[in-house]
Each structure stands twice: as C-alpha cells, then as structure tokens.
C-alpha cells in the first residue's frame, strides 16, 4: 500500500494517524481525570494521611501528638486482644464464606429455569439483601432468643430437642452469627451466580447429553469451568465483606458473650473511637488492609493459575 503513494505521503499518513491516535488518548484521560482527581483527593490522600497518623502517638482528646515511628505496630503485635479479634475474624470468615457461596450457586442452579414466575422467585430469594443490618440484627435476636422467647427454639421445644441460648453460648455465638449472614446476603451471590449461568452457550449442555453425560458431569466440566470468573468476583468480595464484618455484630451480640464474637473491626473501634487511641487504631487498620490485599492477590492468583493450567 504504501509503495502505491506519492513520496512523503506514507510519512504524513504515519504522522496522521500518530496524531489521531494522541488525541484519541488525550480525550479519554479528560473523562478520567474528575474521577481520578475526586479518587486522589478523597481515597489515596486519606489512606496517607491515616499511615501518617499511625505512625504517632495521636490522641484525640488533648494535644498528645509524638511521632513513635512503628511502635504502634510493635505494640500490636504483642497485643493478645488484637490476636483474639483477628482469631475470631478469621472464624467467622471461614463460617460464612463457604457458606454464602454455596448456598448462592445452589439458589442459581435452582432459579435458573425457563419457567413462568420464575422471576418473583427470584426477587423473593433477593429480597433479604436490601434490608439494613439493623432490620436483620434485630430480627434475628428474636429468632435465636433464648429459652421460649426465640422462634427457633418454640420450634425445637414443639419437636422435642432441647432448647439452646444462641447468641449467648460461647460454642454456639459466632455460628448462628454466620447463619444470619448467609440468610441476608446470599441473594446477591444468586445474581451474580445466575447471570454467569444464563452466559454459559447451552450448546455445550447438549453436546454433553449427547455424549451421554450425566448431571454431576456436565456441572463439573462445563458449569464450574463458565462460572470461573463469577466465582472469583464472589470469593473476592464476600472473603472482604466477612473480614469487615462488625454492624451485623454489634446488634445481635455486641461482640459477647466474652468477647468470643468481637472481631477486629469492633476491635479497631474500640481503640480509636472509644479510648480515643488515633494512632493505634490507624495502625489496626493498615493491618487489616494488609490482610485483606494478601488474601485477595492470593485468591486472583490461584484462580488465574488454574485458568492457566
């Protein structure tokens, strides 16, 4: 092609195009620049500042600012209440994570059918996810009351077991925590699962019957596979949201009984907005922060390695 133009017409094409291209990019950084300006200025400065202030001896009340360098953090990790918080973090994670992502494929599996009405089941098994968490704290504290108070009981008394104080038993506290978790949030988990489902060609589904394949077989090597990516942003996002749990806590235990239910954010409140510690909570929260960026590259990572393999 280029042979076919007058000299120097190659190159004023080759600068054209260059320029284009310049002006192309020049205005996609204009639409980005508000959001990245807004980004710097109310989430990156702060995240900063907050590393910053970890780093002093920061009360609130008072003028008792001293920079101490990482002492906080040294004095974080000899701090037995932080370990137990991050334990019982780590708990309520392995609880309710497995739990929200099983329940939300099998609540996808089961709503994704051709069929009349399909769509108000859909919104009734959502429906629970728009609630606040003082509606669904509320509820469930007179769900799992103890003795014939709670409605959980009246039914186990009605069926001859034996009645339990849930949210007061130290063995039993953080389950029924996550129990309440997986009833309020699974739904959200359903739409993702269901619109990764309705992506995956249902042409492969009957190659698969052709070829004589069974249930488990065409979930195992054809739903699975499709719904690698879903469940990646789903493992992602509830692994974070069981780490952050707190205003679910605070209204169904307060973080009791003993402190057996006190996770690391209701840990990091405390210290910051109760003793007013400044310092020390900035450095509880940049130790969450690490926490949960290690287990999401981790998790983004083993699943691109699997996507690989």
């Given at each position: 092609m280029q042979s076919a133009l007058k000299p120097g017409a190659a190159q004023r094409l080759a600068n054209s195009l260059s320029q284009r291209k310049w002006r192309d990019a020049g205005i996609a950084y204009l639409f980005i620049l508000?959001?990245?300006?807004?980004?710097?200025?109310?989430?990156?400065?702060?995240?900063?500042?907050g590393f910053w202030i970890s780093l002093h001896k920061w009360d609130v009340i008072g003028s008792n600012v001293r920079f101490i360098g990482?002492?906080?953090?040294?004095?974080?990790?000899?701090?037995?209440?932080?370990?137990?918080?991050?334990?019982?973090?780590?708990?309520?994670?392995?609880?309710?994570?497995?739990?929200?992502?099983?329940?939300?494929?099998?609540?996808?599996?089961?709503?994704?059918r051709p069929i009349r009405g399909i769509g108000i089941y859909r919104t009734l098994f959502y429906m629970p996810n728009i609630l606040s968490v003082t509606v669904v704290g509320l509820v469930f504290a007179r769900v799992f009351a103890p003795a014939d108070r709670g409605l959980v009981n009246?039914?186990?008394?009605?069926?001859?077991?034996?009645?339990?104080s849930w949210l007061l038993d130290v063995a039993?506290?953080?389950p029924t925590i996550a129990v309440t978790k997986i009833w309020w949030s699974a739904g959200f988990n359903m739409l993702i699962f269901l619109a990764g489902l309705q992506d995956i060609p249902q042409e492969l589904y009957e190659a698969?019957?052709?070829?004589?394949?069974?249930?488990?077989?065409?979930?195992?090597?054809i739903t699975l596979p499709g719904l690698r990516r879903p469940m990646l942003f789903v493992l992602v996002l509830q692994v974070i949201a069981s780490v952050q749990v707190f205003p679910l806590i605070e209204v169904l235990t307060q973080g009791?009984?003993?402190?057996?239910?006190?996770?690391?954010?209701?840990?990091?409140?405390?210290?910051?907005?109760?003793?007013?510690?400044?310092?020390?909570?900035?450095?509880?929260?940049?130790?969450?922060?690490?926490?949960?960026?290690?287990?999401?590259?981790?998790?983004?990572?083993?699943?691109?390695?699997?996507?690989?393999d």
């Open positions: 508000p959001f990245l300006l807004l980004y710097i200025l109310f989430t990156f400065l702060p995240i900063l500042q990482l002492r906080n953090y040294q004095i974080l990790l000899q701090d037995k209440l932080f370990w137990s918080s991050l334990e019982h973090t780590a708990f309520f994670a392995l609880l309710a994570g497995p739990g929200l992502i099983v329940v939300g494929l099998a609540l996808a599996l089961l709503l994704n009246v039914v186990l008394d009605s069926a001859g077991g034996q009645p339990h039993l506290a953080m698969g019957r052709v070829d004589g394949a069974n249930r488990w077989v065409l979930f195992r090597h009791g009984p003993a402190g057996s239910t006190r996770p690391l954010v209701m840990y990091l409140f405390e210290r910051t907005f109760e003793y007013w510690q400044m310092g020390y909570g900035s450095a509880l929260a940049f130790v969450l922060f690490a926490f949960l960026f290690v287990i999401s590259i981790a998790q983004i990572w083993f699943f691109n390695r699997r996507e690989e």
